[in-house]
């Protein structure tokens, strides 16, 4: 599976919009994105997937570029509770797949009032 | 519906003992992990169980771990003669299958070896 490249830290006033960037300058075509968080003394929470659109559901948005090396996830109004370690994970679908994912080190969020 | 659920939520033991974890998959979910995240640092994948096929047991540090899959239900996690170094929370996850990466995540056993 591809490596990830994340920002160690960000942060973001509360409300506003939060953009967490991520590097997978060698992803392959069978490859998606995932994204997952985890909030402190908590197990990872899946956020959301996507292949080469543009992704939305009702916690956060996927934005991917066009060639697919780079993609940004979105939460468009950041709240104390988002405060979390961000993960960006690149991994086949597929039978020949262990099913395992990778975790890099993530990008730690804080959502500041 | 129910979630991940794992137990027991802690477990201090002293260095030499056996331990055994246990994680209980969300039902109907063929897939099954085990990660390892020792504090601070990042998950590290230790076994999958996929349906009737062989787990990858490509994670496992030592011959130590071990860990054993009752059809698509619960698994239990093995430590043997446990060490300081086996200090972590243990996470379990599952999934639908494996082909895919939404993994849903229990709230971990946190193993401190004294």
């Known amino acids: 599976d591809a490596k990830t490249t994340q920002p160690p830290s960000m942060d973001c006033a509360e409300g506003r919009a939060a953009n967490l960037p991520c590097n997978h300058s060698?992803?392959?075509?069978?490859?998606?994105v995932y994204w997952y968080r985890q909030i402190h003394s908590q197990g990872p929470q899946y956020i959301i997937h996507?292949?080469?659109n543009n992704e939305t559901n009702e916690m956060a948005s996927l934005i991917i570029t066009e060639d697919r090396k780079s993609s940004t996830l979105i939460l468009p109004h950041a709240t104390l509770r988002d405060t979390a370690v961000y993960y960006c994970?690149?991994?086949?679908?597929?039978?020949?797949?262990?099913?395992?994912?990778?975790f890099g080190q993530g990008t730690t969020l804080q959502v500041k009032p | 519906g129910a979630g991940v659920s794992q137990s027991p939520s802690n477990k201090v033991t002293e260095k030499g003992k056996d331990v055994e974890l246990r994680c209980d998959p969300i039902?109907?979910?063929?897939?099954l992990y085990w990660y390892r995240q020792r504090l601070g640092q990042g998950l590290e994948f230790l076994i999958y169980?996929?349906?009737?096929?062989?787990?990858?047991k490509s994670g496992l540090p030592s011959d130590r771990f071990s860990a054993e899959r009752t059809g698509e239900s619960v698994s239990t996690l093995t430590i043997q003669r446990t060490q300081q170094e086996d200090s972590a929370v243990y996470l379990c996850?599952?999934?639908?299958?494996?082909?895919?990466?939404?993994?849903?995540f229990g709230p971990g056993t946190r193993l401190t070896v004294t």
């Open positions: 994970i690149v991994r086949v679908h597929g039978s020949s797949n262990t099913g395992k994912l990778i």
């Open positions: 996507g292949l080469k």
């Open positions: 169980f996929q349906g009737n096929s062989a787990p990858d």
């Open positions: 996850a599952s999934s639908r299958t494996g082909w895919e990466g939404e993994q849903y």
């Open positions: 039902s109907g979910h063929t897939a």
């Open positions: 060698t992803i392959s075509g069978n490859e998606y």
